[in-house]
């Protein structure tokens, strides 16, 4: 039975701890709808915060990569698939913190998007969307688009300490 801070409909599942204390691993399931967004935030920026803690700024980049990602992922949920949750796996260690989104979907080619204007450009406010996958990729340091059976998992990877 979910605990109590576990809105009806969502499963967490137990991390798993290694010899050190450190989690490893986070697993969120939720139903492919919007209202669980803040649900997903939350339950990221906690793993995200056990140390060695991100700085609040990634944090906030993280909040955002994530909710991108996960929208993303709920609106590409086929409609057949309504029972199957969206998972959400964060796999956290000394020096990277790497969030995985995995949706039912039918997949999609990133680097075939269609290219937007600049965002300086007044032609770019004919676009409401669509900068979903350029936020990611801009706020995290590595992020990959993986075809699976039956849908795609975003892997956004952000690195524990600042590089140098």
Avoid: W, Y
Avoid at 100 to 106: F, T, V
Avoid at 147 to 156: A, F, H, I
């Amino acid at each position: 039975m979910p605990s109590p801070t576990v809105p009806p409909g969502t499963r967490a599942h137990d991390a798993h701890h290694d010899g050190d204390g450190l989690m490893g691993e986070i697993r969120l399931d939720i139903p492919p709808r919007m209202d669980f967004l803040a649900v997903v935030r939350l339950v990221v920026a906690a793993a995200a915060e056990l140390e060695p803690a991100l700085p609040e700024s990634r944090l906030d980049d993280l909040r955002l990569a994530v909710t991108e990602a996960c929208s993303n992922a709920i609106k590409a949920h086929r409609p057949e698939a309504t029972d199957e949750p969206i998972v959400v796996t964060c796999q956290v260690d000394d020096d990277r913190f790497q969030v995985d989104i995995r949706d039912r979907g039918p997949g999609f080619d990133p680097d075939a998007l269609a290219a937007l204007p600049d965002p300086t450009d007044p032609k770019r406010l004919h676009h409401e969307s669509g900068l979903g996958v350029t936020l990611i990729r801009v706020l995290t340091d590595d992020v990959t688009f993986r075809p699976t059976d039956g849908g795609t998992v975003v892997s956004m990877l952000l690195k524990r300490t600042p590089p140098g």
